[in-house]
């Protein structure tokens, strides 16, 4: 079957990583993940120079040979971690890294980060030191699984894991020092997504098939934090949850082990390691300078509780006239859900809301004030998508000539939506860019284009598959523009999907007149479903259609139906057009 299919390639195509990495050892190619088509589909994994970058597109070409199938393949090949005094980076600290140090500081060479034993950003003779005295005391007795078990999982796991709580029933995962190795060893994970991965708990088979098939290693490795969360979002959190994660030197001590198979007896990874106890940083949030011509929209920041989300309304009043907006950027402090910038339709009567406030539709923060957080909701609901993402960063340019027209009585009603499942208040912040044209320099005006499906029902502990059709006139009638006169034919210029977090796929298909299907985009992330730009664009032909199809899992013991909490469910096309 496709889930058995799954699991096979994955093995064969980890092999395959393992064989290159060992027999080539070639420094990655740097490849532009913007160059591969227009289509929707993950053909996976590139590194840019700086990271590894999922590819959205229509087919590898002559590049295959340097994809990788698996986020966890491409960052472990061309991005490895080094350990702290491992200056020649050969997996051992010993009296040789001693000579590379001293070279380093000798020379006057560039800042390399395994050789600063201080943490103090600069490489000098106390690093030499601090090196040898390393060395000098290691005499450590223990096998590698000993001091794992005692100094890692014992502090910093079991302490939630522990027989009997409510983590271990849910997880099905007991971490008390006695049995913890017979939890871990090759049995498979209580979580479903992971089962469908292929994953164990912890995999013997060494190298990087191990830690590519180790549910254990994506549960606690903070430093692929981005990847686990947009790639893997059925996964749950990272752990242990809400921090303190583990330091980088137990990280690099555990994938070590891991490495070499993960055995219950020996010594396999050197203990000098954990004197690296620096932490995983998080990227900072990088505010956006001002448009030279357009108008900058900023949210400041704003608490997000401890254990909740917060989802609210913040109102910016018009400028006056008329502006024509060809590109947007987004830039949203860590924790977002999404943003989207909504205008009020043109029927709306009612008066504008108070400028600059935060109108919220969680009762956490409405001090149980229901009929505030009914107005709130029946505002949103009733709202016209403008733009919005759930990316933190989104830079969007529209065609050339291309320009949204945006001169409506109200302005915009910004909609930010932040989670926090961890145990300490977090601050979210958002800015939004619009960058403008001149009138004169606009050949085309661009519509919105929302396709909703809200005939949702989720039965509990199920797989389903929702299907709705959309006719040409029905797309027609979800364009909040009219064509203009003598014009023929709609052009789809970019599409993407909203759903919530039981989604486990999302595809649009072209309904073609004789009945056949043509997938042109796929979502596989709730949170970060890919922008698919059509250049040339998708033209709309009236005997055609457009068919939207999302697969849920509800892994809860209750029905799920169609709401705008992230506990309910959304299924809905979101899309720029223009008329020709």
């Known amino acids: 079957n496709l889930t058995n299919m799954n699991i096979q390639n994955r093995y064969i195509l980890s092999f395959l990583f393992i064989l290159s990495t060992f027999l080539f050892s070639e420094e990655c190619i740097v490849l532009n993940p913007n160059n591969y088509g227009g289509c929707g589909d993950n053909i996976g994994y590139v590194w840019n120079g700086q990271e590894c970058s999922v590819v959205y597109g229509c087919n590898q070409g002559e590049d295959n040979q340097y994809f990788f199938d698996f986020y966890e393949a491409c960052d472990l090949t061309c991005n490895p971690q080094t350990a702290l005094g491992d200056i020649n980076g050969d997996n051992t600290i010993n009296v040789v890294d001693i000579v590379s140090l001293v070279a380093i500081v000798l020379n006057s060479e560039d800042y390399l980060e395994s050789a600063d034993i201080n943490f103090d950003s600069t490489i000098n003779v106390v690093d030499i030191v601090a090196l040898v005295s390393f060395i000098l005391s290691a005499n450590e007795t223990r096998s590698t699984w000993q001091i794992i078990n005692e100094d890692i999982l014992t502090p910093k796991c079991a302490t939630c894991h522990y027989s009997g709580s409510s983590y271990s029933q849910i997880s099905n995962l007991v971490l008390d020092s006695d049995v913890a190795y017979n939890q871990l060893f090759t049995r498979t994970p209580n979580n479903t997504a992971a089962n469908n991965d292929g994953l164990y708990l912890l995999n013997d ?165 229901v009929m505030s957080m009914i107005e709130n909701l029946t505002t949103l609901q009733q709202h016209t998508f403008v733009f919005g993402t759930q990316w933190p960063f989104w830079d969007y340019s529209l065609p050339e000539g291309v320009a949204l027209k945006f001169d409506s009585n109200y302005g915009f009603d910004l909609n930010p939506h932040y989670f926090n499942y961890t145990d300490n208040a977090i601050q979210g912040e958002v800015y939004f860019n619009v960058h403008t044209i001149l009138p004169s320099e606009v050949e085309h005006q661009a519509g919105i284009l929302q396709l909703n499906d809200n005939n949702i029902n989720l039965p509990p502990h199920q797989e389903t598959t929702l299907n709705k059709i959309f006719s040409a006139n029905q797309i027609l009638d979800s364009v909040n523009i009219d064509p203009p006169q003598g014009a023929t034919n709609l052009n789809i210029f970019q599409l993407f999907s909203h759903a919530h977090q039981l989604m486990t796929r999302f595809d649009i298909l072209i309904l073609h007149p004789n009945g056949e299907e043509e997938l042109i985009y796929t979502a596989l992330d709730y949170e970060h479903p890919p922008i698919l730009e059509l250049d040339p664009p998708l033209v709309i032909q009236e005997n055609q259609g457009l068919i939207s199809r999302a697969t849920y899992y509800n892994d809860t013991d209750n029905w799920v139906n169609f709401g705008i909490f992230s506990t309910d469910e959304m299924k809905i096309i979101f899309g720029l057009v223009y008329f020709d």
């Open 205 to 369: 088979e060494g190298g990087l098939l191990g830690l590519l098939t180790s549910y254990f290693w994506e549960k606690i490795n903070i430093s692929n934090e981005l990847h686990f969360y947009s790639d893997h979002p059925q996964y749950g959190q990272i752990m242990p949850p809400g921090g303190p994660y583990l330091t980088n030197g137990e990280l690099n001590f555990i994938e070590k082990w891991i490495w070499e198979g993960a055995p219950e007896s020996g010594s396999v990874a050197d203990p000098i390691i954990l004197n690296d106890t620096s932490m995983y940083e998080a990227p900072e949030f990088t505010p956006l300078d001002s448009p030279i011509s357009g108008i900058q929209y900023h949210i400041d920041l704003f608490d997000v509780y401890p254990d909740t989300e917060r989802e609210f309304l913040y109102y910016v009043p018009p400028i006056d006239g008329e502006i024509f907006i060809n590109r947007v950027e987004i830039s949203m402090a860590p924790g977002t859900h999404h943003f989207i910038a909504y205008q009020f339709p043109e029927d709306y009567s009612g008066p504008a809301p108070q400028p600059y406030e935060l109108r919220d539709v969680h009762m956490a923060y409405l001090d149980n004030d």
